[in-house]
């Protein structure tokens, strides 16, 4: 029951480089840590959150385990909480409307 962060690495918006936030135990544990980091709603995409790479280090020290990519993707597939882009999408935050498309 972890909730894990890869490298930033993603090119983003604004230049920026973005990390993947992710949980092994449950959507909610997940929706509950980036509310908790002060990550808005729209930044969730289908399983994970798109984190910038300004917050890579406030997850770290809010408990998350930094992992390689592919250790979060194997992960992540192994908790049954994978939503491949074809599939059916994981439910958004309350509160926040619609995940990002």
Not at 45 to 51: G, L, S, T
Request: charged share 25%.
């Amino acid at each position: 029951m972890s909730v894990l962060i890869d490298t930033p690495v993603w090119p983003g918006p604004r230049g920026w480089l973005f990390a993947h936030l992710v949980s092994d135990s449950s959507y909610a544990e997940l929706h509950d840590f980036a509310r908790e980091l002060g990550v808005p709603g729209r930044a969730f995409d289908r399983d994970h959150y798109d984190i910038p790479e300004h917050l890579h280090a406030r997850a770290l020290a809010l408990g998350a385990e930094h992992v390689s990519g592919r250790e979060l993707v194997t992960r992540l597939r192994a908790s049954g909480l994978r939503r491949p882009k074809f599939g059916p999408a994981a439910p958004a935050p309350s509160g926040e409307g619609s995940a990002v498309p």
